[in-house]
């Protein structure tokens, strides 16, 4: 039995307009300054929005239907304007405003930002002006990497955008002064994700020119701080070694959005499979053939769409 979408926040007016991009204000998230005041109880059922530049968040998406198989999910891929990882931070927060002013329109619960690079540029914006929960995968990973370091050394590999903001040695020393960070940029592997070679030995010599730099520094745990990389975890594992930890900030930002649904009152006890709906601004068929390959279930339909009228 399909779910039906109940209406929500309909007359809601707060949330960035279109054409009217305001500066952000410290303070509070707009969301919790909201809470209590929406019904949870009629939004429980209501959709999980998920974005990424691209297909990449599709890794997070995979976890959040893992682990709350209940869920609805409304993805949308940014295929038009991928990668994310080469623009500046201006551009990914107005990307980022319609992406969310879009997932608005669907009724979302709660958004998750599956891309580092716009976890690292817009999530602090966007949960500034959101009037839903909003989450993005930075900080579950660098708490994932600090639980897991014996030895205090932390190896981030990411996007030049990702690497440059220096989101996650921030993040892990405010969780955990004392370990040393050492970031790498990556730039090659997300189109080498996206042309689909990721059992490739030409990809496999890319990524060992790259770790070989922090796998010097005698790391001990390796955060995959770009959602294509898990798709390249096995070729990661054979050339960093048993001994390093890898951590896939998917796996533990699943688990951060279930205690946040949770906390809020909106995760979803239903007891049929969550239904699924795919968007994005280009490429649709391409899209959903690469979709079907790394979810559970295959992808029946992804919808092209035109972001910037968001
Ligand atoms: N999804 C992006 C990230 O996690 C990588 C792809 C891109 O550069 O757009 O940073």
């Not at 914006?125 to 370091?149: C, D, K, M, Q, W």
């Not at 205090?152 to 020393?173: A, E, L, Q, W």
Request: hydrophobic fraction near 35%; glycine fraction near 8%; aromatic fraction near 8%.
């Amino acid at each position: 039995m399909a779910f039906k979408y109940k209406s929500i926040e309909e007359n809601d007016t707060s949330g960035p307009k279109k054409g009217e991009d305001k500066p952000q204000v410290k303070g509070r998230a707009n969301w919790q300054n909201k809470a209590g005041s929406l019904d949870t109880e009629s939004r429980r059922d209501s959709p999980i929005g998920v974005f990424d530049s691209g297909v990449g968040g599709l890794t997070v998406a995979r976890e959040i239907i893992r682990q709350m198989p209940y869920e609805k999910l409304v993805y949308f891929g940014d295929t038009a304007r991928v990668p994310y990882g080469s623009k500046s931070k201006d551009t990914i927060i107005r990307y980022s405003r319609q992406i969310y002013r879009f997932l608005m329109t669907k009724k979302v619960k709660a958004i998750v930002i599956a891309c580092n690079t716009a976890s690292a540029y817009a999530l602090e914006t966007l949960s500034l002006e959101s009037s839903v929960p909003i989450i993005g995968v930075i900080h579950s990973g660098a708490r994932a990497a600090v639980e897991a370091t014996q030895n205090g050394r932390i190896g981030i590999i990411g996007t030049s955008g990702t690497v440059d903001s220096r989101i996650y040695p921030k993040t892990i020393k405010a969780l955990k002064p004392d370990v040393e960070v050492i970031q790498k940029a990556c730039p090659l592997l997300v189109p080498l994700v996206e042309e689909g070679l990721t059992h490739d030995s030409v990809t496999d010599e890319i990524i060992s020119r790259y770790v070989n730099e922090i796998k010097q520094k005698y790391i001990d745990t390796l955060v995959m701080g770009c959602t294509h990389y898990p798709l390249l975890r096995s070729a990661i594992r054979r050339i960093m070694g048993d001994e390093v930890t890898l951590v896939n900030p998917a796996y533990e930002t699943a688990i951060e959005l279930r205690e946040l649904l949770r906390s809020e009152k909106l995760l979803c006890d239903g007891q049929n499979e969550g239904g699924h709906s795919f968007y994005v601004s280009d490429l649709a068929e391409r899209f959903r053939d690469f979709a079907s390959s790394i979810l559970p279930k295959e992808v029946e339909e992804s919808i092209k769409i035109q972001i910037e009228e968001y």
